[in-house]
């Protein structure tokens, strides 16, 4: 592999698709040069690793936080809030599974459904905010003004916030705990996200009091009042953490989902066409968008025991890197990989949200968003461009893929749905 870039370099992570080609094409499993980490990013070998739970751990908290809670002023200002507990994403069975059966009851296709209207309403107001903005061919950052919000304002209103007001000091919080992911914050900025958590604790913690007292018809209700036979239900710093993952899992997805999707409909006028002819096609095409896109790149796995993925060896106490994105393009699964096509039979099956025990958990609300966003942007959006001189940047990130901005020109449709 000496002859392909490091698979962490920046240049390789703000464009990733000749790498991806490349590793098919030579070795889907292979070492990375000088780090414990074994990179996994074939469809086949992908699937099997996602599958063996007993040997490779999700029990990766400790690399995400880095130093968590190491420096002495964090943590006073952390002990003035509630524990952090490792519930979902970085928990193994049986651990994991007590929540997944409680957070899953929340997450029903009829709380889902639920939602949809609300959804709806959103995007129509965003939207019809943002052609405002951009009326007489003004430029607008697609990012900024639906792309960002849409998300938030979603998990704001099913978490007892006001949809319109809060969005900004959710946002806030989101950002807060996403920095703290990223490991590489100065120390005022640690101080500042570790009173963010606490503030966004206590106001939690209002609200979970508020939904035990009196239940209402939304997401956090079904989360406080979750219960399945012979399981403990969830205690408020449990409720609290659930939360802290469905801001951080939940928003910046399926923003980089939306504003990835609009770019690939203003590259593809061909593919745009498709789905203007037929809106019928809007729900694989939203699959196509996450196949390609596959915002959450790569996660981690711990190797809990020596064995082999692929027939390539791997150390206990060394690490996967589970790259999602990468067996999205494996050609052996996907021909033509590259290739936006919004009638490709199988774009369904991608692994953009993972699979087996861990696989997202808001799947069905995130598809929810995007369905209703793109049939609200295809009815009320005419012309779509770039915005003259537009430069694209992708956020630094080893895990996590997303457009940092979108400048566009949108026109208004000529005759409205
Ligand atoms: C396009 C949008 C999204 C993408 C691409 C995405 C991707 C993923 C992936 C790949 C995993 C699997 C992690 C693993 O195998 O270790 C995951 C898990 C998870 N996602 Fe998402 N996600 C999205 C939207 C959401 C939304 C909207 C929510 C909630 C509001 C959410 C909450 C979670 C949670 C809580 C987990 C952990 C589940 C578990 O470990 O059992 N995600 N997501």
Redesign the pocket.
Same mark, same amino acid.
């Given at each position: 592999m000496s002859a392909l870039p490091h698979p962490f370099a920046p240049e390789t992570l703000s464009n990733p698709a000749p790498f991806y080609a490349a590793v098919h094409a030579h070795a889907p499993v292979f070492p990375v040069e000088g780090m414990p980490v074994t990179y996994v990013a074939g469809y086949d070998a992908l699937v099997d690793v %996602?599958g063996r739970v007993e040997d490779f751990s999700?029990d990766f908290g400790t690399i995400l936080s880095g130093k968590r809670n190491a420096d002495p002023d964090v943590k006073a200002i952390l002990d003035t809030g509630w524990p952090a507990v490792d519930t %979902? @994403?970085t928990a193994d069975p049986p651990v994991?599974t007590r929540f997944?059966k409680l957070v899953n009851l929340a997450f029903s296709m009829k709380r889902v459904d639920a939602i949809e209207a609300d959804i709806r309403a959103i995007a129509v107001r965003l939207l019809e905010a943002m052609l405002d903005k951009a009326a007489g061919g003004r430029a607008v950052d697609f990012v900024a003004e639906f792309a960002v919000p849409l998300?938030v304002a979603v !998990?704001a209103s099913q978490i007892g916030m006001d949809a319109t007001t809060d969005v900004a000091t959710v946002k806030r919080w989101s950002d807060a705990f996403v920095d703290r992911l990223g490991q590489m914050i100065p120390k005022a900025r640690e101080l500042e996200c570790a009173r963010e958590v606490v503030e966004f604790q206590h106001h939690a913690k209002a609200l979970i009091d508020a939904r035990r007292a009196r239940p209402t018809d939304d997401l956090l209700s079904d989360l406080v009042h979750a219960s399945v036979d012979g399981e403990k239900p969830l205690d408020d710093a449990e409720i609290m953490s659930i939360l802290q993952? @469905?801001m951080v899992? +939940?928003n910046e997805?399926?923003t980089s989902?939306l504003a990835g999707g609009l770019l690939l409909l203003i590259e593809n006028p061909a593919e745009l066409l498709k789905v203007r002819a037929d809106r019928s096609l809007i729900p694989n095409m939203v699959e196509e968008m @996450?196949r390609l896109e596959?915002?959450?790149s790569g %996660?981690w796995r711990m190797v809990k025991r020596d064995t082999e993925v692929a027939g390539v060896p791997v150390r206990a106490g060394t690490m996967l890197m589970?790259r999602?994105a990468a067996a999205n393009r494996d050609p052996t699964r996907f021909p033509d990989p590259d290739r936006f096509d919004v009638t490709r039979p199988n774009a369904r099956s991608h692994l953009?949200? +993972?699979r087996g !025990?861990?696989?997202?958990? +808001?799947?069905m %609300?995130?598809r929810k968003e995007l369905v209703v966003a793109f049939q609200e942007i295809l009815d009320r959006v005419g012309e779509m461009a770039l915005a003259p001189g537009a430069v694209l940047e992708w956020k630094p990130n080893m895990l996590l893929r997303g457009l940092s901005a979108l400048p566009v020109c949108l026109e208004r449709a000529r005759v409205p749905a």
């Open positions: %996602l999700n %979902l @994403l994991h997944r998300p !998990i993952q @469905l899992a +939940g997805t399926t989902t @996450l596959s915002p959450t %996660l589970a999602f953009a949200f +993972g !025990i861990h696989m997202c958990v +808001g799947n %609300l995130s």
